[in-house]
Structure formats: C-alpha cells, structure tokens
C-alpha cells in the first residue's frame, strides 16, 4: 500500500466516523473559542487585523487571511498546499509523529535539529541513524535492513538542508536518489534555509529543482524571515491528513491574524530581494577569509552560519566571554545542543554586517581562542 492510498484511508475512516474537518471561518455569535474576556473584539492601533487567535483554526481561530499565506507559500515553493503552525519545533514534530506509524522506519541524520528527533519518538517507529551527510554509509543501512522490510510500511529519510549548528549543507540530490531507489520518501527541514537560496529566496530544495521529489519541507519564520509561525509544504493530500490528524495544529491556539498580514508583507519584500542574499553571501565569503588569513579554523561549507569548533564546555564558554566584552554577542553552544567534547561558538554572518564589524571580530577570535 502506497503512503498516499494510507493517508486516503485514513480520512475515510474520518469521514465515515462523522470526524472528518475542514477549516471554516468565523461567523455568527462566539460561543467556541476561547476568548473569555472579549480582548479579541478591541480594535488596536493601525492593525486591520485586530482579532487574537482566540481559538484552534478548527474552531474559531481559523481566518481567511491564513488562506491567503497558504496559497502564497504554496505558490512560492511551486508546491501544491502549505500549512501554518505555530512554531518550526511544532511543525517538524506535528508532521513527523503524525505521518510516520510504529511499523515504518525512518532513516535520521546524525545532527538533526531535536524536533525531529523529538517528531520520531512520538511516532514509535524505528530509527536508523546515520553517519554525518554520510551517503555511502546510509547506503548501505538501507541495503542491510532491506531484506526485513514490510511490505506495509513506509521508509522516510529526514534531513535539515543546511546543518543550523554545523554550518554545512546535506547532499539532498544524493539523497534523493538514494531515497527513490529504496522507495523512501525524503523529508527536508528547510529552516535555516529560507529566504536564502535560490532567485527567490524560497529555500535550497527549490533551488535545486527538488520540489517534486521530497515528500515535505518545514520552514520557519522565525529565522532569516523574521515573522512568528512555521509551516509544512507539500501535498494537498498531506495538508488535508495534517488538519484532520495532526495534534500540534489541531490542539493549539491559531497565530492571530495580524501575524498573518506580516506574512503577506514578508512575502512581498523577500521574493524580490536579491540584493539582501547577494550581501548575505559576500559577507559570509569575506568573514571565512578573514578566518583563514588568521589561521582560524572554521566548520561548515561557504555559508553564513559559521562553527569555530573548540571542544570542551570551559573552552568555549572561556571564548565566548572574551568576544562578548569585546562587543561581540557570540554564545558558546555546548552538549546537548551538539555532541559531547564538540562544543563551539557558533557565529552567525547578516547580510547587514558592515566589512569592518566582520574583521574586528575576526581579530578578536584570534585572541580569544
């Protein structure tokens, strides 16, 4: 059975329960939400969108202006559907404890972000861990635990597409061959992606021209977009079982429509902002060189999330206390954030970062470590 036919299955056990739902705006007189004090009534200044979440979006907190996000995210990653949550840890958990069973196995990298780790415990499958952006090695886990597949259950492969504590890149091509040849069905977490790869910023699985060969990407607001919320693009299919299965959209407070409008703002500015991205890149190039010409050794590939790698806790702690008087806001990240005796600073390069700022702390890192 297909992971499709099972979703399809599952909605029509719901519409034949009488559960099945579908979002609905509001109308008529509140008696379902959640807004006791009537606070989402007021009117604030120069905010058309006044009213608060109030509720979940299949009660009272669903609003048409989400339609309107929706449809725009979806457009933007050339994707069928989009669905908003609350949070980039509430969607990647949602969608992975929600379409993931107990029977399936899903094939998890190494430095995954704990929501997807988290979204993996929740579902009970099995998990198989591999190496580090290691091809080769997930290869052959996949090749080893072939022979005991059911013929029910689905594989998953879960990746971030660019690493946010290591700074590097997964292979997804490589990993969507590899997934296509085992009928896995590849899931990527775009978090630290979006808004910064590709012509219109929508993230490193467009820019590559994946879309159509991943199941689903997560993408955050939060981050490089700068709004509250995150959300899951994919499928129509997919969106319709996360509305009607998922626990983190349908047990959670709606974000408030002016959120919304923020989005449709957002939209607007990062699609055509060009400009932000080249500035993000040239300064991530000249910060790395800066490095280099220091003899300081930094993780990751050419981007702008940037690792110096020190080992012990008090190392980095030590490093980051120094940077910090220095005028530098750099925090050490330490276990269990990342692996034991691997903690680091991890240095975060904007697009607004004047050169000179770039090469101070440059030469502050050499003092400091």
């Known amino acids: 059975m297909s ?48 009213r608060s979440g109030a509720a979940s979006r299949l009660l009272r907190g669903h609003h048409p202006i989400w339609d ?15 669905l908003m949550l609350t949070s980039g840890y509430a969607a990647n958990e949602g969608l992975l404890s929600t379409i993931v069973e107990p029977a399936d196995t899903v094939f998890s990298d190494q ?4 929501s997807i780790i988290d979204g993996l415990r929740l579902s009970k499958a099995e998990k198989i861990v591999y190496p580090h952006n290691d091809v080769d090695e997930l290869k052959r886990m996949m090749r080893r635990h072939a022979h005991r597949r059911l013929a029910s259950a689905a594989w998953f492969v879960v990746t971030e597409s660019l690493f946010g504590m290591d700074g590097d890149r997964a292979p997804l091509q490589e990993l969507a061959e590899l997934s296509e040849r085992y009928g896995a069905h590849l899931i990527v977490d775009e978090a630290h992606a979006t808004g910064c790869f590709g012509p219109s910023g929508s993230g490193i699985v467009d820019a590559l021209g994946l ?7 997560v993408h955050t607001g ?23 299965r998922c626990r983190h959209f349908m047990f959670t407070t709606a974000l408030p429509p002016l959120i919304g409008a923020w989005w449709l703002d957002m939209l607007a500015v990062v699609r055509d902002d060009d400009a932000s991205r080249q500035a993000l890149r040239q300064n991530a190039e000249s910060f790395r060189a800066e490095l280099a010409a220091r003899q300081v050794a930094a993780g990751g590939t050419d981007d702008y999330i940037v690792p110096i790698v020190l080992g012990e806790d008090a190392a980095a702690l030590e490093a980051a206390v120094k940077l910090q008087e220095a005028g530098f806001d750099v925090r050490a990240i330490r276990p269990p954030t990342v692996a034991p005796d691997t903690a680091r600073l991890r240095i975060s390069i904007h697009a607004d970062h004047h050169t000179s700022a770039l090469r101070d702390l440059s030469q502050a890192l050499v003092a400091s470590v």
């Open 68 to 82: 309107e996000v929706e449809t725009r995210l979806a457009q933007w990653h050339g994707a069928e559907a989009a």
């Open 3 to 50: 992971l499709s036919d099972r979703w399809r299955l599952a909605l029509d056990r719901l519409r034949r329960d009488g559960r099945h739902r579908v979002l609905q705006a509001p109308a008529g007189i509140d008696f379902s939400s959640n807004d006791y004090l009537g606070y989402s009534k007021r009117s604030w200044p120069a905010c058309e969108f006044a």
């Open 111 to 114: 430095c995954n972000h704990a």
């Open 222 to 244: 939060g981050k490089a977009l700068g709004v509250p919320g995150a959300y899951v693009a994919g499928s129509r299919l997919l969106k319709e079982t996360l509305v009607n």
């Open 211 to 217: 879309r159509g060969r991943v199941l689903a990407t």
